[in-house]
């Protein structure tokens, strides 16, 4: 048996009550026999009958195997639809992160809040089920987990004793869902929720959980009364009622395609699965989260969530350095032990801060350092994402050589300040936010908990795993060039890890990598993200177990020509159904942390719409919209409204002064156009030149830029018609051998010619694209001036 129909017939086993309807050695033995494929104990042999046979319906049913009616379905599986007693289904986890993770602004505090979150998600709640951790560090805190379990939740017998590790159908990204016993699904949610609020303090969690028939796990909700439930006979006629049609999909949303009976039960089957469940508790999730109390529901008798964590100040004392609670130490030396040292610049915390710094300034391998000023909250090891990376370089030798080259990883340590992070790129920085294309649409075609397991599994390996393989191949340990005391205890000329892993959540990144790296680590993360989903790239000890490869359809060919701008013919059609969109911001070390955020989230958002966008030519691969902000005041309005009302022209055609977002055979193109004006070493201020005549209006740029390219010398202007003109500006019509440059056209849907520019963003980002072989010359190159 798979690992969750194990899960499954625990359940079923233990039954309805508090205490099992076997003695706790049968059901502990029947899981062995499952594990092992042996002969199950004769006293929950028709359970385990049951279980089987509800395994044995296809995943993808055909819709002539699919019941017709209720009855046909009541008499195609009686045994499960009888079979007594219900199983609990548990989702819980985080909520409003980025408010917890952001609220200080010291990079410390950030990855620390991030740690902590994680461990909490990774380690803790699936140590509520028994689930053993690979690493040893880890394996002790599960110990401490199962003993704060059995603490706080003394009923008899222990909530502890009832869940096993098989129930946890995912608990990545920040959540988790699992099976358990129906008795025991408030005790649960309330333990998710008072784990959270028992090692921060602050962070919003919620869990809910409901319980349900055998039946319904694949066949989706069942009323108590089943006659009464709307199947597929009834959903025939009515598909087309708005009510219906919001709860099951619209089927005709292009007027001029007709809608078949297949369509029709094809959205149906797709609906009534395990997919329904997950909804119906998602739905409550959202409903718990704002504050619903769900009042005459019995499997909802628990306490209120509606009021928040609230620490009382008080204007005459001192507070933490986000100004939000009162203060309960300060890092400063100790008098009675000179060894015992403090922080630099001696900052007040509460406890809520304190926590974030101590999780967030911990020694190698993520061991917690004493700290005499704040001494009442003792974790032993919380492992971060950096110790995770170097425990992928250890077992990927030819990735440690790349990475570290003739460093010791040993001696490299983890960068204590955005200050420290910006000496290594002129002062500047580079945020980058990564989230999932088309997970909700991929989800919605799962219909089993194994799949959903698959899926989950699959994806955080992808997320991370890409991740670890860009980092590795672009970047290389840094020496600290700005050491400030007042941040940071490393000595002058210490070794970092050039980048801060703030958080890899399920299909979420986040990092901080220097602004030389910033496009070319984007690009890569794409693009190893879609390959290791398609096995392309292969990850040792790593499997994935769902296809994720698109369906060829012959009648709808991809026109790569709509999709990309820079030699579309040279350009793969992407084979993944699932990709990543991705906002870069390059911003000055100093920009806060809190006003990067809402920029490189809005970098985001315009990257998906691009996708989005694509999509209706058959592109399904990645996009990047990237910012370079050379002030900390640049924007003082959205983007998206600085780019309409600063960046585009109406004279008479508009023109777009800008190109982003980018597919990721866009930005690659656009990486080598830079490169190549940097090999051949063109002026910079030739490069300003023709961005000033953008300004000037589309005829007159053409005229004035092409004056100026026969001005150059031969090399440089050949190497400009090359990797500039003929790679990104040739008019949309093969007849048509006039010039554009620097104009690219583009026609939109309204069969209106827009031309766009990607100069202005060449000269944005000139100064951001390092060449290959400078890559290990420890930045001992001259490196020109940014302009401000």
């Known amino acids: 048996m798979d690992s969750i129909a194990i899960g499954i017939a625990w359940c079923v086993a233990w039954g309805d009550r508090r205490k099992p309807q076997f003695d706790l050695s049968v059901l502990q033995e029947m899981r062995r026999a499952l594990t092992s494929g042996e002969e199950v104990p004769p006293q929950v042999r028709e359970i385990v009958d049951r279980v089987r046979e509800l395994l044995a319906i296809p995943e993808n049913i055909s819709r002539e195997e699919f019941p017709e009616t209720i009855i046909d379905l009541q008499n195609k599986y009686p045994n499960l639809w009888n079979q007594p007693g219900k199983i609990g289904l548990v989702y819980g986890g985080v909520t409003k992160v980025k408010q917890y993770v952001f609220e200080d602004a010291k990079l410390p505090d950030i990855r620390g809040a991030s740690a902590l979150l994680d461990r909490i998600n990774l380690v803790d709640l699936p140590a509520f089920f028994g689930k053993r951790p690979e690493s040893a560090s880890d394996k002790i805190q599960s110990l401490e987990v199962k003993k704060w379990l059995d603490k706080n939740f003394t009923g008899v017998p222990k909530l502890s004793e009832a869940l096993i590790s098989e129930m946890i159908v995912y608990s990545t990204g920040g959540n988790i869902l699992a099976f358990c016993p129906a008795a025991f699904v408030n005790e649960l949610t309330d333990a998710i929720e008072k784990r959270y609020s028992h090692e921060t303090i602050t962070a919003n969690s919620c869990a809910v959980g409901d319980t349900f028939k055998l039946l319904e796990i694949r066949f989706g909700l069942l009323r108590d009364q089943i006659e009464e439930t709307f199947w597929l006979d009834k959903y025939r006629p ?36 395990f997919n329904e469940l997950t909804t119906k508790l998602a739905v409550m999730f959202n409903q718990r989260r704002s504050g619903n109390d769900f009042e005459g529901n019995d499997v909802e008798k628990r306490p ?52 974030k710094r101590k999780a967030g300034d911990r020694a190698k391998k993520g061991t917690i350092k004493d700290t005499h000023w704040y001494a009442e909250w003792r974790p032993d090891v919380i492992e971060g994402w950096v110790d995770k990376f170097e425990d992928f370089l250890e077992k990927h030798p030819e990735k440690l050589q790349k990475y570290c080259g003739d460093n010791d990883l040993e001696t490299v340590e983890v960068a204590q300040s955005l200050t420290q992070l910006g000496s290594l790129s002129k002062g500047f920085v580079a945020y980058i936010y990564a989230d999932g294309n088309n997970m909700g649409g991929y989800i919605q075609k799962i219909t089993t908990p194994q799949k959903y397991q698959d899926f989950s599994e699959d994806v955080d390996n992808a997320t991370k795993y890409a991740v670890y393989q860009a980092l590795a191949e672009h970047l290389h340990p840094r020496q600290v060039k700005e050491n400030n005391k007042s941040e940071s205890t490393l000595p002058d000329g210490a070794w970092i890890h050039p980048f801060e892993i703030i958080t890899i959540g399920g299909d979420d990144i986040i990092l901080i990598v220097p602004a030389d790296r910033a496009l070319a680590i984007a690009k890569t993360i794409g693009e190893q993200f879609e390959q290791i989903l398609l096995k392309q790239v292969q990850i040792p000890g790593v499997e994935i177990k769902g296809n994720y490869e698109t369906k060829t359809q012959p009648e709808k060919p991809i026109d790569l020509s709509k999709c990309h701008r820079y030699l579309s013919q040279n350009a793969a059609a992407s084979k993944c159904q699932l990709s990543t969109s991705i906002g870069v911001l390059i911003a000055d070390q100093k920009t806060p942390i809190y006003y990067a955020k809402k920029l490189y989230e809005q970098l985001l958002k315009s ?66 156009s830079v490169k190549a004006l940097k090999e051949a070493e063109f002026p910079k201020s030739q490069l300003y030149q023709i961005r000033s005549f953008l300004e000037q209006g589309k005829n007159t740029t053409i005229l004035n830029y092409r004056y100026f390219r026969t001005r150059l010398k031969d090399g440089n202007s050949e190497i400009l018609k090359k990797e500039f003109e003929e790679a990104w500006c040739k008019p949309k019509n093969a007849e048509n051998y006039g010039n554009l440059a620097p104009w690219m056209s583009v026609i939109e849907e309204n069969k209106r010619t827009v031309y766009e520019t990607i100069w202005r963003e060449i000269v944005d980002i000139y100064d951001f694209i390092e060449l290959e072989d400078s890559q290990l010359s420890s930045e001992s190159s001259a490196e020109a001036e940014v302009e401000s």
């Open 304 to 355: 209120s969530r509606r009021y928040p964590p609230m620490l009382e100040t008080h204007p005459y004392l001192q507070r933490d350095q986000s100004d939000r609670r009162s203060a309960i130490t300060r890092a400063t030396d100790n008098p009675d032990n000179r060894s015992q040292k403090g922080l630099p610049g001696s900052p007040w915390f509460s406890e809520v801060s304190a926590r």
């Open 238 to 273: 009515e598909y087309k009622n708005p009510v219906v049609a919001a709860y099951f999909g619209k089927l005709d949303k292009e007027s001029n395609q007709p809608v078949y009976s297949s369509h029709i039960e094809e959205a149906f089957i797709n609906r009534k699965s």
């Open 607 to 672: 990257a998906k719409k691009r996708a989005k966008d694509l999509k209706k030519h058959g592109y399904c691969g990645g996009t990047v919209d990237f910012l370079v902000m050379k002030s900390v005041t640049a924007l003082s309005s959205s983007i998206e409204d600085f780019r309409k009302e600063a960046l585009t022209k109406d004279s008479p055609q508009e023109l777009k002064l800008y190109a982003a977002p980018y597919t990721l055979h866009e930005i690659g193109g656009l990486i080598e």
